[in-house]
């Protein structure tokens, strides 16, 4: 059974940095593409960012491009989003999501598994 388990939000002011980590369980990271999407109150659920099973990397550019950077442990097999120059707007919740077919998508309909979710909230 493949799990995800988000951690590493909270708050923060801006200009401020988070890095948030998902733990992966049940299968390799190493073979996925993972990424990190976001929803903020109000708003549906929006693509952040995704690296592919080869280490591609690709995101939201108007958003978060030059602030925020996704990486992968396989050995720990993990993925973490470092968050840097954070803005108000950034305040959401953030979800880990996995997909073990398929080529790199920005679609959250492309991905079969979830994690619950981490709350960052970042002050004015």
């Known amino acids: 059974q493949v799990q995800l388990v988000e951690s590493g939000g909270g708050l923060v002011q801006a200009g401020g940095s988070l890095r948030l980590s998902c733990a992966v369980s049940g299968r390799a990271v190493s073979s996925s593409n993972m990424a990190w999407f976001r929803q903020a109150p109000g708003k549906e659920r929006e693509f952040v960012a995704v690296i592919s099973w080869i280490g591609r990397t690709t995101y939201d550019v108007d958003s978060v491009k030059g602030r925020f950077t996704i990486t992968r442990d396989n050995a720990k097999n993990m993925v973490s989003l470092q968050m840097n120059s954070l803005k108000p707007e950034d305040t959401a919740i953030y979800y880990c999501?996995?997909?073990?077919?398929?080529?790199?998508?920005?679609?959250?309909?492309?991905?079969?598994?979830w994690g619950q979710g981490t709350q960052v909230t970042v002050s004015s």
């Open positions: 999501a996995a997909a073990w077919a398929g080529s790199t998508n920005t679609s959250s309909m492309a991905y079969a598994y």
